[in-house]
């Protein structure tokens, strides 16, 4: 009896409580028709939520009446979403299957968080009780059945999407729940008939201008004329996969545990320890995914390994940079312009990559100090304002102690910093001479000597990664 089984099914999956409110997303379809009978006939609490598509012509207002007479018949609360999804799709340049997919969800989890309902989407309840809306739904059900499931594998096997696709859909994840993963659609159908539930058809479903109904009108039944079991077998392994991903995922975190390093924005990866790893692709493609990096960049990543210092591929928000034995994951830098000037009478000032503290010093107190993150220079040889910037390419000066003066992008390699370490560079300029690399070292033209009577001080309080 499908009853029981459903029953038994939430139980083994410990998917919820019987006291827990419910919120069913209905089409009006077999299958969110069935869903919305087992839940009344064990007893559940639960309210109905609609979504109109507006794909379908006259037949999405007929769904939309349908549910709400349905709604009627329970009566529960009921939820109508009215959406533009060609109009969404367009915008966000998905798919319609995508976009329907996006807008459904976004709009459920609004009516599971009661903050966060605007006042347009209460005025969307149609309630029969005024007991209805006492208390926010728990978890959001959906209807989706043994087949849905097959399909998806299918799907999800030819997009390339790894262990993780293959394991299929999950019975729960977060406050989605899928009730109906155990049974097929032919039990679902006999308990329609069984029950005499009327419901409506998707006329859509029985063409193939979407990959779901492609996969189950044509593959699906080619591929069972030569394997009669396909089906059966599929959901099989739907389970194994299941029991596999956990085990993937355990060894997955052990390795990223070993290999991440986080410093400040960054994560280091040790190249020579990452080397000894087999297999070295399929943990660089789990780490990378984290930070926007697709499946076809995993080989760049891997090529990148024995790349020389400076070589980088990049996602939409993180690069990954070669330096030396690591590699470096970093957030991508938003172009800086920021130029700060420094007037003679500061004595603190707050930049992006940390703060400077100025002072002026008397030769009578004055002591010397071997600190980078300190400059000391003569007064007498600065002229105010001074600037603060961002280094760029083309900027020299002359290192204390060289009388020869020097590149800053060859001074950085002498320096062996890596690429975002460069990126965050900041020099003091006087009349574009450069009187300070922050944090590494002062220009010779400006340093003490003896016949120096003023001391200006600069420190660097606080720096980024520090």
């Known amino acids: 009896m499908l009853l029981e089984k459903f029953k038994q099914y939430i139980q083994q999956e410990n998917l919820f409580q019987p006291k827990d409110r419910l919120l069913l997303a209905v089409s009006g379809g077999v299958d969110s028709v069935v869903l919305c009978e087992l839940c009344k006939q064990a007893g559940y609490d639960f309210e109905m939520a609609h979504c109109n598509f507006q794909l379908r012509g006259a037949d999405s207002s007929r769904d939309e009446k349908f549910v709400s007479d349905l709604a009627k018949k329970y009566g529960v609360a009921f939820h109508i979403k009215t959406f533009d999804t060609i109009g969404y799709a ?33 005025d969307d309840i149609e309630s029969s009780t005024a007991s209805d809306r006492l208390s926010t739904p728990n978890y959001i059900l959906t209807a989706h059945h043994a087949d849905d499931n097959i399909e998806t594998v299918l799907m999800n096997f030819f997009r390339g999407t790894g262990i993780t696709g293959l394991r299929g859909i999950l019975p729960k994840q977060g406050k989605i729940i899928r009730p109906l993963l155990f049974a097929r659609r032919s039990e679902l159908e006999i308990f329609v008939k069984e029950n005499d539930l009327a419901f409506v058809t998707d006329h859509t479903n029985l063409e193939n201008d979407y990959t779901r109904n492609y996969f189950r009108n044509t593959i699906l039944p080619l591929v069972s004329e030569s394997f009669p079991a396909a089906t059966k077998n ?51 493609y789990e780490i990378t995914r984290e930070f926007d990096f ?67 010093i008397t030769h009578v107190k004055f002591k010397m100090l071997n600190n980078p993150l300190i400059a000391q220079l003569d007064l007498a040889s600065i002229k105010f304002p001074l600037l603060l ?28 910093l890596s690429l975002t370490q460069k990126e965050n560079s900041w020099v003091i300029e006087m009349d574009k001479k450069i009187i300070w690399v922050l944090g590494m070292r002062i220009d010779d033209r400006f340093k003490i000597t003896a016949s120096t009577r003023q001391i200006y001080s600069i420190s660097l309080l606080s720096s980024a990664g520090n």
């Open 90 to 122: 367009k915008t966000t340049k998905k798919s319609i299957e995508e976009a329907a997919r996006d807008l459904r969800y976004e709009w459920f989890y609004t009516l599971v968080d009661s903050k966060k309902m605007t006042g347009k989407e209460k």
């Open 234 to 284: 599929v959901l099989k392994n739907i389970q194994r996969f299941r029991e596999t991903a956990i085990l993937y995922q355990q060894a997955v975190q052990l390795h990223k545990k070993n290999l991440m390093e986080q410093r400040g924005a960054e994560v280091h990866i040790p190249v020579l320890k990452l080397l000894k790893i087999v297999p070295v692709t399929t943990v660089l």
């Open 294 to 360: 697709t499946a076809h960049q995993t080989e760049e990543v891997v090529t990148l390994l024995k790349s020389e210092t400076g070589k980088y591929i990049q996602s939409a928000t993180h690069r990954i940079i070669k330096n030396r034995n690591w590699l470096i994951i970093a957030p991508m830098q938003p172009t800086e312009t920021d130029h700060i000037l420094m007037e003679e009478n500061d004595t603190r000032i707050v930049f992006k990559c940390g703060t400077l503290s100025m002072e002026k």
């Open 389 to 416: 910037r961002k280094w760029k390419q083309g900027d020299y000066f002359y290192p204390l102690g060289m009388q020869k003066k020097k590149k800053l992008s060859r001074f950085f390699i002498d320096q062996k």
